[in-house]
């Protein structure tokens, strides 16, 4: 945390968690980097529940790296996951592509969007793809908008780079861990100055693993003007269909 505001709220005392739809999420057990099992997955809903939340989009990643995560194969994992885990969170399968090689391949084969419009994407850390541009151009071709995970998270992505992507109208999704430096010191300085230009549209946990979100949301403390800032973000999510 680098803040050096003291007079800032706990973040779980805000209420901004209370009711919330989460956009990006990798809870679904066993098909990436996410869960590893169905009781870390169960403890992590229990806590999910606790802190307010009512609804989630679990986005397992879709890359060269995870070739099982096909439709077919996540969708029976969602229901597999469903059977074991009831709660009273809603969940939804939807899911994170990145842009690789692979990606057009995937883009063609009926994508999981985040509703009938919309496409979670992202993008090496440290590079783009050649194509990164007409790959996203692919996307809308398909009808759907694309929405960049946590475009804070990109060391390479230039003032001009998000100029572009916001021209065209593509979502950013902000990772609430970011606000408390859990990726560093440039995402948070990036999310901080994203936050207070309005530039995000979402806001998601991106929660591969309970045990670091629930430390970095603990310590995780906002002033008024963020908690007015973040609450459009947490209000565009439930508009997502
Ligand atoms: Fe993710």
Same mark, same amino acid.
């Given at each position: 945390?680098?803040?050096?505001?003291?007079?800032?709220?706990?973040?779980?005392?805000?209420?901004?968690?209370?009711?919330?739809?989460? #956009?990006?999420?990798?809870?679904?057990?066993?098909?990436?980097?996410?869960?590893?099992?169905? %009781?870390?997955?169960? +403890?992590?809903?229990?806590?999910?529940?606790? #802190?307010?939340?009512?609804?989630?989009?679990?986005?397992?990643? &879709?890359? /060269? +790296?995870?070739?099982?995560? !096909? $439709?077919?194969?996540?969708?029976?994992?969602?229901?597999?996951?469903?059977?074991?885990?009831?709660?009273?969170?809603?969940?939804?399968?939807?899911? /994170?592509?990145?842009?690789?090689?692979?990606?057009?391949? $995937?883009? *063609?084969? *009926?994508?999981?969007?985040?509703?009938?419009?919309?496409?979670? #994407? +992202?993008?090496?850390?440290?590079?783009?793809?050649?194509?990164?541009?007409?790959?996203?151009?692919?996307?809308?071709?398909?009808?759907?908008?694309?929405?960049?995970?946590?475009?804070?998270?990109?060391?390479?992505?230039? /003032?001009?780079?998000?100029? =572009?992507?916001? =021209?065209?109208?593509?979502?950013?999704?902000? *990772?609430?861990?970011?606000?408390? @430096?859990?990726? @560093?010191?440039?995402?948070?300085?990036?999310?901080?100055?994203?936050?207070?230009?309005?530039?995000?549209?979402?806001?998601?946990?991106?929660?591969? $693993?309970? @045990?670091?979100?629930?430390?970095?949301? %603990?310590?995780?403390? #906002?002033?008024?003007?963020?908690?007015?800032?973040?609450?459009?973000?947490? /209000? !565009? &999510?439930?508009?997502?269909?």
């Amino acid at each position: 945390m680098f803040s050096i505001f003291s007079s800032k709220k706990k973040f779980l005392s805000t209420g901004l968690l209370d009711g919330m739809t989460d #956009v990006h999420c990798h809870l679904l057990p066993g098909v990436d980097d996410g869960m590893p099992s169905i %009781e870390k997955a169960k +403890e992590a809903i229990k806590w999910l529940e606790q #802190v307010g939340v009512k609804e989630i989009w679990l986005t397992p990643h &879709n890359m /060269e +790296e995870c070739p099982k995560n !096909n $439709r077919k194969y996540l969708q029976e994992q969602f229901e597999l996951f469903l059977k074991e885990c009831p709660s009273g969170i809603s969940f939804h399968l939807a899911g /994170e592509y990145m842009l690789d090689m692979s990606f057009y391949d $995937r883009l *063609n084969e *009926n994508p999981c969007t985040l509703g009938n419009s919309f496409l979670l #994407v +992202e993008t090496s850390y440290m590079s783009a793809p050649a194509d990164f541009w007409n790959m996203l151009y692919k996307v809308t071709l398909s009808g759907y908008t694309p929405i960049i995970a946590h475009p804070e998270r990109y060391m390479y992505m230039e /003032e001009q780079d998000y100029r =572009q992507l916001k =021209q065209k109208g593509y979502l950013f999704q902000l *990772n609430i861990m970011s606000l408390c @430096g859990v990726y @560093g010191r440039l995402p948070y300085e990036k999310a901080m100055r994203f936050l207070k230009e309005g530039t995000y549209d979402l806001i998601g946990s991106d929660l591969h $693993r309970l @045990g670091i979100y629930r430390q970095a949301l %603990e310590r995780l403390k #906002v002033s008024t003007k963020e908690i007015a800032l973040l609450k459009p973000l947490f /209000e !565009n &999510n439930k508009s997502l269909k």
